[in-house]
């Protein structure tokens, strides 16, 4: 199994976007990018609006390269409701536009069904389900809480194996405090996993769960990123978690770390930015 991370905090923008290539299909898992519109009391630098537009590309050669595309909720930097045309003859696996929403992704997905229509080949509600593709099994949570509560909605975790690699990527748990979100990862039992970590609210209780993913499944690449990175003192915060991954020898780190890049959260460095420029 190939896994690309297209685009993340890590690498300069809010995303998770994700290729993942088997032997029978090509994916996407949340083909979209955005910038946070205040940080600092400071509008995005130029900077960063310069690599929302190189993230932005790249989505879209991944998307076309794709057989599938997976939308795991309706907050903009998930899904793009400006470009539908990313999904033509395209197998869409999306969040179910009705159940489990709130009032404010609810309006966002029945204006986005309304744009796609008939753009994809085929168009499946996800929510608690499993496809397969040749030996490719993608399997959905049920839907979970974005974040602690469902104020800001529910998205669906993604698992997909070939029948030797697996990867779970969580979309928008914000570091997986509740037992619903860290039982599908425990369940699922994957090698590698991209994390969304906590907001800058207390650390510490999340930290109980990581650890137990890290103790309870056979994951070797803990990928932590998204919401997590837009906190400049991120590896602190949870550093009881890094010194168990050490003592498991396994990896536990970003996604630009993943990929032999230089951090970059271009948010959280956001004041930085101007005072540098």
Sequence with gaps: MKIIPIAFDSLGTRSMA????????????DPSVALGKI????????IEIKRQSLHWTAIKKYSKLSDIL?????????????EPDIFKNKVALLKHPLENINKNQQKRSADFFNSIKNIPRQIEYSDGREFRFGCTVIKFSSAVPHGNNNR?????EVSITDGKDKLVHTSDIEGGNLDCQRDFI???????IIFDG??????????????????????????????YLRNLKWREKIMPA???????????????EFLGKECEPLE???????QDE
Excluded: W
């Design 186 to 192: 425990i369940q699922e039992n994957p090698n590698v």
């Design 152 to 156: 800001l909605g529910y998205v669906t």
């Design 70 to 82: 997976i939308v795991t909720h309706y907050h903009y930097d998930h899904y793009n409701p400006s």
């Design 39 to 46: 940080r600092y009391g400071l509008p995005p630098h130029s």
């Design 198 to 227: 906590p907001m800058t609210y207390p650390f510490q209780n999340i930290i109980p769960n990581i650890i137990q993913i890290l103790r309870k499944t056979r994951v070797s690449d803990f990928i932590i990123d998204h919401h």
């Design 242 to 256: 890094f010194e168990v991954a050490k003592q498991l020898n396994k990896r536990f780190f970003c996604v630009a």
């Design 18 to 29: 994700t290729y993942i290539e088997t032997n029978d299909c090509k994916i996407v898992i």
């Design 268 to 274: 959280a460095q956001r004041k930085q930015l101007y």
